[in-house]
């Protein structure tokens, strides 16, 4: 069983960064693909950000590119995201997510894992 960990989020001013952290558990870390998603309030949740699991190819959704970065250390079985610039739409709670496979995705049905979220404000 992959249990996944994020952590890292807040309350911050528009305009600010926060840098995201997830832990996964478990030794095939290096063999998944990652991804980061976010869900507001009375919306479905919407792809940000993923990596394949070398960390050599990356993907964003338009509304985060340029300003978010997904990274990931697979010696410490973590992945990574710095969110520069932040906007009060950004505000969701943001879940980290292992993909079925080796790739990326954009499609939430191809991750199997999931944790808990974590709460990212941005106030005006």
């Known amino acids: 069983q992959v249990q996944l960990v994020e952590s890292g989020g807040g309350l911050v001013q528009a305009g600010g960064s926060l840098r995201l952290s997830c832990a996964a558990s478990g030794r095939t870390f290096s063999s998944y693909g990652m991804g980061w998603f976010r869900q507001a309030p009375g919306k479905e949740r919407e792809f940000v950000a993923a990596?394949?699991?070398?960390?050599?190819?990356?993907y964003y959704a338009d509304s985060v590119k340029a300003r978010f970065t997904i990274s990931r250390d697979n010696a410490k079985n973590t992945v990574y995201l710095q969110m520069n610039s932040l906007k009060p739409e950004d505000t969701a709670v943001y879940y980290c997510?292992?993909?079925?496979?080796?790739?990326?995705?954009?499609?939430?049905?191809?991750?199997?894992?999931w944790g808990q979220g974590t709460q990212v404000t941005v106030s005006s």
């Open positions: 997510a292992r993909s079925s496979n080796s790739g990326y995705s954009s499609n939430p049905k191809n991750y199997d894992y």
């Open positions: 990596i394949s699991r070398s960390g050599d190819n990356t």
